[in-house]
Every structure is written in C-alpha cells, then in structure tokens.
C-alpha cells in the first residue's frame, strides 16, 4: 500500500524534472532570501544589545542564516541533480546521492518551519531580557566614568529619543534609582545631604527624569524635575502634564518594534517553507520514478511514483528495525559463511537430537 | 568602443584646417558603421543616466522640502527644478539620438531625418548647456540658502513660544526635532536663545517676585533666560544635561561655562543644515557633471556622423570616403546663423538687413 501513488510516463517525467530544475534555482533565491532576513534580524538585535540582559534571542537569526546557506547549497545540487534526472543513464550517476539529498532537503524544509515558528514564540523571552537589561541600564547610567559602562548614558539617551519612551515600564522607574552621579552633587550643600540621609541606601533619589524623556510635541518647554509635585510649576494641567514626557515605557517600545520586524519575518519563512515542501514532494516523486525505471529495466515505459512505498505504519516500523538492528552487526545469525566454534556446534547438535526424541 | 578610439586618434592625425571648416576626420565606411553602432549603444546609456539626472533632481527637492519650515524662501529650488527639466530633456534627446544612429547605418534611411537635425542640435546643445549651469549653480547658490536658512531659523527660534496662534503652532515641534536630528542649537550658535523669549507667558507664575524681576529688568518686557529648550542637551555629555543658568558657575556644581564642551551642542543649526546641504549638492553636482561630460560625447559623435552621412547622401557608390566635421563655418558664424532666426522671432532685426548680411558674407566664405 504505497502512499500517494501516481503513474508518470517518460514525457511527464522529462516535464517533472525541468520543473524541478525551475524550481530548485528559484529557491536557491528563496533561501539568499532567508539568508538577508536572518543577517538583518542579528544586526537589528546587535543595534541595541547593550539595553538586553542576555544574547539568547541571537538564535533566531543564527538559525535563519544556517537554513538560508543550507538551502542555497542543498538548492544548487539539487538544480543539478533535476537536470540530469531527465535522463535515465545520467541518472545512474546520482542514483546513491538521491536518497541522502532527499533526507537532506526533508531536514532543512523541517528547520524553516522551526525557525518560523520561533520567531513567534520568542517574544516572551525576548520581554524577559528587555526587562532586566533595562533594568540594568538605567542602574549604570550614572556611571559615565567606569570602564565598559561608560557609554550607557548615551545609548539610553538616543533609545529613549529614538524610540519616544521613557524607562522600563514608565517614567516613575527613573523615580527609583539614582541617575545623577555623586560627582555633580555638593555633598557640602544641605539640601543634597538631607535627600541622602532620607534614603536608606544612601542614593539620592529625585522625583525628575533626564532630558531625553521629554516630548517635542508638548506645547511647553520640558518639565523634568519635581514631576511628583504639579503645583510646584505654575499652570501644569493635566493635560500639559500628559503632553510633557513620553508616556510609554521602553521596554514596550522596543518590544513592539521587534514583534512587527519578527512577525514579518516569520510570515515570509512560512511562505518559503511552503514552496520548500512543494520541491521536496516532487523531488520525491521524481527520485522514486527514476528508481523504478532502472528497476523495469526499459527507459521508455511507464513508472510509478510515491511518497513512502509502504503504507506509513509499516514504514515506521521498518525504520525502527533498521535502527535495532544497526547495534548488532556483530551478532552469530544463521549466514553459513561464519565459523562457528565446535563446543558451539555441538550443542546444536543435542538440541537437535532433543528435539528429534520429542518428535518421535 | 574600441573603434571609437580609432576615430578619435585619426582625428587627431588628421591636420586641424584653421579654414572655415572645423575639426575635419575622415570616415570610410567601416568606421562609419563601427561609430553609428557604438553611438547607438552610448545613446542607450546616456538615456539611462538622463533618467537618473531627474531621479537626482527629485531627491534633492523632497530634502529642501522636507525643511522647508525653516528656509524663509524657496530660491534654491531653482536647483532642484533645473535637474528636473534637464533629466526629462535629455531622456527625449537621447531617444531620438539613439533612432538617428539606427537609420545612419542604411543609408537610404537616414535622408529622412535632414530637416529635424538643425532644430534638433539647437535644442541638445541648449539643454545640455542649462546641466552644466545646474551645477555650477548649485555651488554658486550657497549664499542664497545660508541668507534664507538664517531668516527661517530667526523666524523659527522667534515663535518657539506661540504654540497656541495658528500657523505657529509646530513652530516649536520643528525646531525641537531639527535641533535633535541635525546635533546643533539656535541659529549662529547656543546664544540665539538668550535674546528671545521662548518661554510662553502661559506658563509663567506673574505673582513670582523673581519672574517680575526679570520681566522689568529687560527694556522690551520680555522675560529672557539664559537657558536653552531640551532638544539643545547633547546625550554624549557625561553628566545629567544643564540647561538653565548656563552663564552661572556658581549654579551648579562642578561646573564651568567655558570649558563645557559636551553639555549641549555647540554647533549653530545653519551652520549644521548649509553643511548637510552643500554635502548632498556636492555629491549630486559630481555626478550630473559626468553625465554631462557623456552627454557631450554623444551630441559630437552625432554631429560627426551626421555631416558624414550627409555626405554620402544621393551618391551611388555608399562606401566611399567622406569628412566629417564638427562646425561648416567658423563658431561666431554657427552661432550668428543659429540665432537669426531667434532674433527675427522677436522682430530685433529687420528681414531685409538680415539678406544683405548673408548675401555679404558668402563671397567670403568661399575659399
């Protein structure tokens, strides 16, 4: 019981392998595509790594730029492989590369779909890493003067500036951390030390956020200090005080931004693993068709074509067999030509001579 | 291409008549056809970068556009306008050039196109004159943009308060974001901001003693800080941005006025787009300079064609030598005949003056 049986003559099988040739070279196009998006994708992600806690998102596009180079290469063989498959005698060239070029073919279409279906699924990881980087950033933005931590302050200023956000979740997250560097404070004036002594670790917390919070599109000049305390600046409204710095938090920002990017990404994989499944169905058909030709032995007849030879049960098990079977190689079985010890023979043979005795 | 080459060097073998004709070369046949096919195939190119001329000039104007809110006037457009107008001319120029170096290689074809030619050269040479023009404009303008850049940005830092008066109100908006984008602050530099008031009277506490302090203390009433918006802060400065009491070192910690560099951007916001704008005239001025430089070639190599295949034109045997040359009479000639039906257009000279002049000058034109 063959899985998808088709019956193709000798035109209908030139006609599958040109196709197949066609198709084979345009998906070597299909995966320089997925080479592009995932080369693309790792440098949108090293654009910002430095406010991300963890480089495990890097796996998508590490995996998209593999598949997108196992494609190219396994595409190209196989637009060869198609064209010589036309005829049958340059077929007898390729007739041990097919099976593993088809296994191959089938492991890479299984690693598209598995890259498209990470791009949906690491969004919650990517939350995760934003969240604490974020965290971490805003920590060290004071620390303009320590060494691997100095450009933090610029690189959270041109994010929260570019992205048109203000801290983690919002900008009360500035609230909670200290920002301003003990360098630029007076620690003679009474002021600071007071503020320093309210605080139980010593930080000089403030109720403002930095320049880089405040929103072009207020229609005031920037309030950044005393944000807690609105009467403290004359005729701050509720509605000046909605318009005066950005009300979403960056780590929703960047969120979104790489959702969309991802989920564009993803939708294009998706369509490619499609086409991928088309080529390796006929490349299926075509390998199966051109085996059982030399099978028949006459170039000119008709052949069949499948999927699996056998139904997909008996597939499965044959499979597993071969997979028992591959730790005993060296196992005594019945071949005559192994030379079995005598002691051995001779216990044969009263098991025999047993046996007889019962019978008789 | 190769036998373009040869072309060139035999017209440089040849002896330059300082006579009425102008560099002659002689054309045997096969030069002839290697020409008109070489023509044909530079024509398809010149074509090519015509359209990339015009895709220039679009790009250039959507820039200018795009901050048109800060320029006072829109005379640099002129630029942008001439790139244009010169891409489209020269993509119907080349077209028909190309068509003429088809019919050139039959020569029973080619009579067909004598009257267009004399038009045809008038208007090349007139299009291809207005794209070097272009370019040398685009350089000579720079003090026409400084002029309405300085203007616009007056205007711009003057209204920064009026978010509330319509046709002012992104005023602020703008100024913000170009400062931000652009990396400078007001308009010579930082100190603009401290002769206008961009603190809208809106948000000013008037019971304040210190804000009526300020306010009389100035001749005009006006309450003038010297402080700076935050679009001015630069995010490279190690410390949190000061923008008020930036004269003041006393004010703040740690601080002295003169040596600040990084704090906020010291860098003038017209000294900041003329730069970007030069940049990108320079650029597109290079490049329209060598399609200019092709466009050129193109319109010699057909006029040496052209009076080759003139030439040859109602003889019998086609594969004869014949000259080509570039000018029949001497430039001031060429030029005089050109322009006499121009000038006749606009009634400047009199029809009869004209014939008398002609009739004068070919006795002498024969040698």
Known sequence: ?360 | MLALADFFVAIIETEISIAPRHLVALLPLFPRVKLAQGLWLLSWCATVAGATTFTLGCLLKTELRRRAEVMDNTDIHVVPNTLMIVGLASLGINYFASKICQDALDAGRFPRWKNFLKPYFAVSCFFTVLMLLSVIMSYAMKGSLESSLKAGLRNGIRFYKDTDTPGRCFQKQNIDRLQMEFECCGNNDFRDWFEVQWISNRYLDFGSKEVKDRVKSNVDGRYLVDGVPFSCCNPRSPRPCIQYHLTNNSAHYNYDYLTEELNIYLRGCREALVHYYMGLMNTIGAGVLSIFILQGSVLVSLRFLQTAMEAVAGKENTEIETEGYLLEKGVKDTIMEYLDPVLKFFLLKNGGKVEEGAAADKPAAVP
Request: aromatic share 10%; with cysteine; net charge neutral.
């Open chain 1, 1 to 360: 019981m063959s899985v998808g049986k088709v019956t193709f003559t000798k035109v209908e099988r030139e006609k599958l392998a040109e196709v197949l040739w066609l198709l084979n070279w345009i998906s070597v196009v299909t995966g320089a595509i997925l080479l592009g998006m995932g080369l693309f994708l790792k440098m949108e992600i090293q654009k910002w790594q430095e406010v991300m806690s963890e480089q495990g998102v890097l796996y998508v596009p590490h995996m998209l730029i593999t598949t997108g180079l196992a494609a190219c290469g396994i595409n190209f063989l196989g637009g060869k492989i198609c064209l010589d498959c036309a005829d049958t005698n340059k077929f007898l060239r390729w007739k041990l590369v097919m099976m593993p070029y088809v296994i191959c073919t089938f492991f890479f279409t299984a690693c598209i779909l598995a890259g498209a279906l990470m791009c949906y699924s690491i969004r919650s990881q990517l939350e995760e890493s934003l969240f604490l980087g974020l965290r971490h950033s805003m920590r060290y933005y004071k620390d303009t003067d320590t060494p691997g931590r100095c450009y933090l302050k610029r690189t959270l200023d041109l994010l929260q500036i570019q992205f048109q956000c203000c801290g983690n979740t919002g900008y009360q997250d500035w609230f909670q951390i200290q920002w301003i560097s003990s360098r630029y404070l007076d620690l003679r004036s009474v002021a600071v030390v007071d503020r320093l002594r309210n605080n139980v670790e010593g930080k000089f917390l403030m109720d403002s956020v930095p320049f880089s919070c405040c929103s072009p599109l207020s229609p005031r000049p920037c309030i950044q200090q005393q944000l807690n305390r609105p009467l403290a600046h004359f005729n701050f409204d509720q509605q000046s005080q909605h318009l005066n710095l950005w009300r979403r938090g960056c780590r929703q920002a960047l969120l979104d931004h790489y959702t969309v990017i991802m989920q564009s990404i993803s939708l294009v994989v998706l369509l490619i693993w499609l086409f991928e499944l088309l080529v390796l169905t006929g490349v299926r058909y075509l390998q199966t068709a051109m085996e059982n030709v030399i099978r028949v032995g006459d170039p000119e007849s008709e052949s069949e074509g499948w999927i699996l030879e056998n139904s997909l049960a008996e597939t499965a098990r044959s499979n597993f067999n071969i997979i028992k079977n591959l730790g005993k190689c060296y196992q005594v079985d019945d071949d005559p030509n192994i030379d079995v010890p005598a002691m051995m023979a001779e216990q044969e043979i009263k098991s025999e001579q047993v046996q007889v005795q019962r019978t008789s």
